[in-house]
């Protein structure tokens, strides 16, 4: 299957063997892919985030912005987003990194808005309390919906840093970071910092160990990214993406979606259901509701009088 995956990625490997993109991938812990998507897919993924943007809710505390837009759960509110959930380009190193008993972790809008400060540095798969230096144990990818500059809030990287070992950082995420404004936080930049720029419909992809954050937004216009996030299939997801999706939706999903929400088996019975492969159980799942429905509506009257 990894042979399969590889072979579909090559329209965009730019003439380059998938082993040397690969190899530069283990050195620096990022790649990034020129306008991998068409503008009538970017179109079609504004209008399906319009109404929920429109809400204009921000960030609860520092770490998700407080002048940023994020919008959870998307393959619950559009069926655009499993195309990129499961791009050719994005599964071929994904399943190349962490196997194909991997997870989907999350899949979120982030939506910056002028204003906004730099992020607090971290790494995706910092959840997983497993000491450093350690190969990754996720891989996030970053589709720009609109361009991202140098000045409207670009991801900040530090090449090569999903290498390092355990040390922490200055202006590294904290834990109060997540529950309010930080009234002080160490935001200066790094001179081994570099920012992803890329036009519309382009696609980055990172290591779960890369040190990053998300940038300050300096410009007058919002910037719009969607971020597919995965992690290996033992490792716990972001998002409980089995009640994000209700059964419901996740029927209607292409099986390769379904697995990756967590519709699938980490070898040798890690996720089984009742002894079951939750599969076997999603296409039931439907028929028991109505049924249960079917047989309240037509309870015998109550005799008593």
Not at 24 to 48: C, H, M, S, T
Not at 62 to 74: H, M, P
Not at 183 to 207: C, F, N, Q, Y
Request: hydrophobic fraction near 40%; proline fraction near 7%; glycine fraction near 8%.
């Amino acid at each position: 299957m990894a042979n399969v995956a590889e072979e579909q990625a090559a329209p965009w490997l730019e003439g380059r063997s998938f082993a040397s993109w690969r190899d530069e991938f283990d050195r620096l812990g990022y790649l990034i892919f020129q306008r991998v998507l068409p503008q009538e897919r970017v179109a079609e993924i504004r209008a399906a985030l319009a109404p929920h943007l429109a809400r204009d809710l921000k960030g609860r505390n520092d770490f998700e912005g407080v002048k940023t837009n994020r919008v959870y759960a998307l393959l619950a509110k559009s069926p655009v987003f499993a195309g990129l959930v499961v791009h050719p380009l994005v599964m071929a190193f994904v399943e190349a990194e962490l196997g194909e008993s991997c997870l989907l972790s999350a899949l979120l809008a982030i939506n910056l808005q002028p204003g906004e400060t730099v992020q607090p540095w971290h790494f995706d798969d910092g959840g997983a309390k497993i000491p450093r230096p350690r190969p990754p144990l996720g891989v996030s990818t970053f589709w720009a919906i609109d361009d991202t500059t140098e000045l409207n809030g670009a991801t900040e990287i530090i090449p090569g840093s999903h290498l390092w070992d355990g040390d922490i950082i200055t202006g590294a995420v904290r834990p109060a970071d997540f529950s309010n404004r930080a009234v002080e936080r160490e935001t200066v930049d790094r001179a081994d910092a570099i920012k992803i720029t890329m036009p519309s419909g382009s696609l980055a992809i990172t290591k779960g160990t890369l040190w990053h954050r998300g940038g300050a937004n300096r410009s007058d216009h919002s910037r719009l990214i969607v971020t597919p996030q995965y992690c290996a299939g033992w490792v716990r997801q972001l998002e409980n993406m089995c009640l994000a999706v209700p059964p419901e939706l996740a029927d209607r999903l292409p099986e390769r979606v379904r697995e990756l929400i967590g519709y699938s088996i980490h070898p040798p019975f890690m996720g089984h259901v009742d002894g079951l492969h939750p599969k076997r159980l999603l296409g039931t799942t439907q028929a028991i509701r109505s049924d249960s429905i079917k047989r309240a509506s037509h309870k015998m009257p109550d005799s008593r009088s």
